[in-house]
Structure formats: structure tokens, C-alpha cells
């Protein structure tokens, strides 16, 4: 059964609340990519008026993460999946809706792939830019995804 926006939704609801309370939400996900949204309000804003950077960083890494839990769901294999490392930069303040993508499912397929063949585990780094509602970038995150078979 292939993932979509509402089961990713509810799972967030209840195996990561934080994230669904500060309003991050995933809107699109297929094979080769995944959009998530999260909107400036009260809850996940900074002392300067704009969106706190670990909530941008929840939206960045879900958009990552939701391409690994899909391609890992689709082996119907038992595979584990671990951030090992983040990376981000900021190149102007998060205000209003902001929109990650990750456009690197096939980049994910290929390493499950390799980490199922030979049986030991196995790196990648995929990334996440956020967009402001204008279209300007406001984040962009790298995450390090390990996989293994378990």
C-alpha cells in the first residue's frame, strides 16, 4: 500500500507530535519526490518574528525522510533508517508558508538497493531546500540517511 500525504500526516500525529503541533505537513509525495509545507504562526516562530530553524529543519527532514520510509515500505524488506548527519544554511528569514522538496528518489532507490544486495549498511545524503511563497530560498538542509538491513 504506498504511502500518501494523509497516512504521513497522521502518522505524525501520533509518533511525532511536535511536528504536527507546529503545523508541518506533508503535501505531495511520489517515487521521485516529496513536498512539505509548514506556515509561520505563533507556536513555531523565533524571537525575530520569523519560523524557528529545528521546525524548518522537521519540514526539510520529513521531505527526505518520507522518500527513504516509501522506498523502504516498496522492498517489503526489513531495513532500518538513521539521520547520521545534518547540514543547513539560511539565506533570508522564514516568513509566511514555507515549501521543502526533495527531488532525489531515485538517488534513495539505488541505495536501498545496494544496502539489500550486499547486506551491509549504507549512506546517503539527500537534500531539502525551502521556499518562501515567492519562490526565494529561504533553508537549505542536508540530511544523512543511513540504511541497513536489519
Known sequence: MPLTPGKI???LL???PSAWVTGV???YISKEKCTTAVRLRWINQN???SMFWAVQGMAAELATGALVMQAIQETEAPISMLVAQNKAEFHK????RITFQCEEGTKVA???ETALQT???NTIWLQADGTDES???VSSFAFEWTIKKK
Open 9 to 11: 500526516n497522521t502518522f
Open 47 to 49: 524571537p525575530f518574528k
Open 14 to 16: 501520533f509518533k511525532l
Open 119 to 121: 547486506g551491509e549498511g
Open 135 to 137: 519562490g526565494v530560498i
Open 25 to 27: 505537513r506533508v503535501k
Open 110 to 112: 539505488q541505495a536501498i
Open 93 to 96: 528569514k522564514a516568513k509566511g
